[in-house]
């Protein structure tokens, strides 16, 4: 299996690959043993769409020269989305299954192998150079609803110390930029019993790390909630809902607390959250928790009132600096994480320079900067008022440049305090270079301040603390070797632009 895009879709892959197993089927890290390989797509923006053609043509060209015979099965978002042009536009592939079908993955696997099989043997049979048409397998709903649950099989593809947990799929927000509610479906929650049974079978297993995923997190459990499964999704209606609720009812918050309760030593790390669906119980909660991470995944997308309400994100300007205020005066030592989108259409140099404004006061934590992406079907894509590949870069390269100069004062600011990280992975020397260890060690030499040892990789343990999601945030790189997997203790000695240095307590 290929699988791209996201951790959800990640999750996904998951899935699959346990329901295989489950049925009995050999998993190979080697295309060309394989009977069968799946390419898991994503279809976010263009360039993902892009990644995932590729990989799909790229996949298609090895088996003609490795594994004619292979069977090439495309799932994920990709076919979700253009279920109707695909098998045309690509009859190379042998089926293309949607995400409702991810635990039915053994049946269609069989049948892609036997519709491969059947194509092969015709080309063999004719005497001319036309290819044998047979047209793909394609199992793929228009309105997804599927959710795994706890007896899903399920074969984890993160380091054993920590997981994602999906508690919910699907999103009810109508942003004129997304396309995920059309791919995914309408927002449907995981039962909470579900939820913690699985949690508390991945700590049994000893995983340090629980991140909650879905397309919205601080949704979760409204869609339980009689008459309100399609909407409600603005912070007035929610608040609305949110109030009428029964006391056993299940939310993002009796969620959090149970988790919380589950004996032993972890993180519970909530990723995914919308602005509009925040609470002062939610902040509480997590205030509340000491096993949740003091961390905040909160897209923002922008903050000046008419760029807000061209992409339809249901909150102003003023709303989100409130919000920011109640989250850090209610937790402390938050650390809140968000992203923002330049050059969507309309977005003028004055309403660029309120972000970058916002950026520079706000002082986020943890932040990401993306370029508009204009996607067929979506509001935004026939909007006028369309903003240059030019424009986007440069203001992009401008928003980021103004987080780094936040970063590196944030850096600065925790040296000699001690922090708690799990130890993911000995550095290698390429790890090194890429962050740029290697140029501060040096650095302090040239100055005088110390002797730089001549260092050798294994003397670096590649750490995250609790303010830093997986593959997303920065690292905190530790002189010398601790225990992989786990807790330690460690004293900030160090920065580069955004990731820290450290060394054992």
């Not at 015709?122 to 001319?128: F, L, P």
């Not at 793909?136 to 609803?145: C, G, H």
Request: hydrophobic share 35%; glycine share 6%.
């Amino acid at each position: 299996m290929v699988s791209l895009g996201c951790v959800k879709n990640l999750a996904d892959a998951e899935v699959m690959l346990g329901s295989l197993m489950a049925d009995g089927i050999e998993i190979t890290n080697e295309p060309s043993e394989a009977d069968a390989l799946i390419v898991n797509t994503c279809s976010f923006i263009n360039s993902a769409q892009e990644e995932s053609v590729d990989a799909i043509l790229e996949s298609s060209e090895l088996r003609a020269v490795q594994r004619p015979g292979q069977a090439l099965i495309v799932s994920g978002c990709l076919p979700q989305r253009f279920r109707k042009e695909l098998p045309d536009l690509m009859p190379e592939v042998d089926a293309f299954m949607g995400v409702d079908q991810i635990a039915e993955v053994p049946r269609i696997i069989r049948e892609a192998i036997d519709c491969r099989s059947k194509k092969t043997k015709k080309n063999k049979d004719e005497h001319s150079n036309k290819k044998a048409k047979i047209a793909p397998l394609a199992e793929i709903n228009s309105r997804p609803r599927y959710i795994p649950d706890v007896q899903t099989p399920r074969f984890r593809l993160t380091p054993s110390h920590f997981a994602y947990v999906k508690i919910a799929e699907g999103c009810n927000h109508p942003c004129s930029f997304c396309i995920i509610p059309r791919m995914r479906g309408s927002h449907r929650s995981r039962q909470q019993a579900d939820i913690v049974e699985e949690a508390k079978g991945l700590i049994s297993q000893g995983v340090k790390e629980l991140n909650l995923i879905s397309q919205d997190s601080t949704y979760y459990g409204m869609d339980l909630v009689p008459g309100n499964r399609r909407g409600n999704s603005s912070p007035g209606k929610f608040a609305a809902v949110n109030s009428r609720l029964s006391p056993d009812a299940s939310t993002l918050c009796s969620l959090l607390r149970e988790l919380n309760q589950i004996p032993g030593d972890f993180w519970i790390r909530l990723l995914y959250t919308h602005p509009a669906h925040w609470t002062d119980e939610l902040i509480q909660t997590i205030a509340e928790c000491p096993k949740v991470a003091r961390y905040v995944d909160m897209p923002l997308q922008h903050i000046h009132d008419t760029m807000l309400e061209r992409m339809r994100r249901e909150t102003d300007g003023q709303y989100i600096r409130d919000l920011i205020t109640r989250i850090r005066e209610g937790i402390p030592g938050i650390a809140i994480r968000t992203t923002f989108i330049v050059g969507f259409p309309g977005e003028t140099d004055k309403r660029f320079e309120a972000l970058v404004d916002f950026i520079r006061e706000t002082k986020f934590e943890r932040l990401g900067v993306f370029s508009y992406s204009k996607e067929e079907g979506t509001r935004a894509g026939g909007m006028r008022g369309q903003v240059s590949a030019k424009v986007k870069e440069a203001r992009c390269a401008q928003a980021m440049n103004e987080q780094k100069r936040v970063a590196r004062s944030m850096g600065k600011a925790a040296k000699n305090k001690k922090l708690k990280v799990i130890a993911e992975k000995m550095a290698t020397d390429k790890i090194l270079k890429g962050a740029d260890v290697r140029s501060w060690e040096y650095g302090l030499a040239r100055d005088g301040n110390r002797k730089s040892p001549k260092l050798t990789a294994d003397q670096y343990t590649v750490a995250r603390g609790e303010t830093d999601a997986p593959d997303i945030d920065g690292r905190v790189y530790v002189r010398g070797a601790l225990p992989l997997g786990d807790f330690s203790w460690v004293r900030i000695i160090g920065h580069t632009d955004y990731d820290l240095i450290a060394e054992p307590v």
